[in-house]
């Protein structure tokens, strides 16, 4: 949260916790077991300016509580969710929890483990990292208002043939060829924001 101190100056009170590494096993029936592996950053906006100017910590989440909580709501998570309502579950919390934190903005990462197979069956406990990482970031604020965008980075791609570049702007510094045969190789980032309204309908309904 923005506030004006001292005849003009502004700063966001923000305060949080990051790098919480979780592991979650979610065991089921059949013998299998269900993976995540998640990266998780926390940061609160609250209403805490005592703590930097009269050295009050009496509405600061200390980081180890932000810690501990992100594994304890892990663990109350009975059945496999997706990135994203985990980081929404999070953010709900600490903005209900806590009186003074007006927003919550909750990033994770989560890393690719994917399922192996054995002789030509998925094993029902092995699993081998993947490359690219889901990534998400929940923004909650306390009067219920949702941002949501989640992404993909690290993704690895290459084409071996019939990929070309040419029609570029050439001008006296320009040297490069052009070529209609070559290899392409690349590294994707990508990120898309959800319809904030339709995600809080659904998961006000619990789906």
């Known amino acids: 949260?923005?506030?004006?101190?001292?005849?003009?100056?502004?700063?966001?009170?923000?305060?949080?916790?990051?790098?919480?590494?979780v592991g979650r096993v979610?065991?089921?029936?059949?013998?299998?077991?269900?993976?995540?592996?998640?990266?998780?950053?926390?940061?609160?906006?609250?209403?805490?300016?005592?703590?930097?100017?009269h050295q009050d910590n009496s509405d600061i989440v200390a980081t180890d509580t932000i810690k501990n909580t992100v594994y304890v709501k892990a663990k109350q998570c009975s059945e496999q969710l997706s990135v994203e309502e985990f980081a929404i579950k999070l953010a709900?919390?600490?903005?209900t929890f806590y009186q003074q934190v007006t927003t919550a903005i909750v990033n994770i990462v989560e890393k690719p483990w994917e399922r192996v197979s054995v002789n030509g069956q998925p094993h029902k406990h092995g699993f081998k990292?993947?490359?690219e990482k889901h990534t998400?970031?929940?923004?909650?604020?306390?009067?219920?208002?949702?941002?949501?965008?989640?992404?993909?980075?690290?993704?690895?791609?290459?084409?071996?043939?019939?990929?070309?570049?040419?029609?570029?702007?050439?001008?006296?510094?320009?040297?490069?060829?052009?070529?209609?045969?070559?290899?392409?190789?690349?590294?994707?980032?990508?990120?898309?924001k959800y319809d904030v309204l339709f995600l809080r309908f659904n998961f006000q309904n619990g789906t």
Not at 8 to 13: P, S, V
Not at 26 to 31: A, F
Not at 163 to 187: K, N, Q, V
Request: proline content about 2%.
């Open 1 to 21: 949260m923005a506030e004006t101190v001292n005849g003009g100056l502004k700063f966001e009170q923000r305060h949080g916790k990051s790098g919480v590494r």
């Open 26 to 53: 979610w065991r089921l029936p059949n013998g299998s077991d269900n993976l995540a592996e998640w990266k998780v950053n926390v940061s609160l906006l609250s209403d805490c300016v005592a703590s930097y100017l």
């Open 92 to 95: 709900q919390h600490f903005t």
């Open 129 to 131: 990292l993947g490359s």
């Open 136 to 192: 998400t970031e929940v923004i909650f604020s306390k009067s219920g208002t949702l941002q949501l965008t989640s992404g993909i980075e690290g993704l690895a791609l290459l084409k071996t043939t019939q990929s070309g570049f040419e029609g570029f702007i050439r001008d006296e510094y320009t040297i490069l060829p052009e070529t209609r045969e070559r290899m392409l190789a690349t590294e994707v980032t990508i990120s898309w």
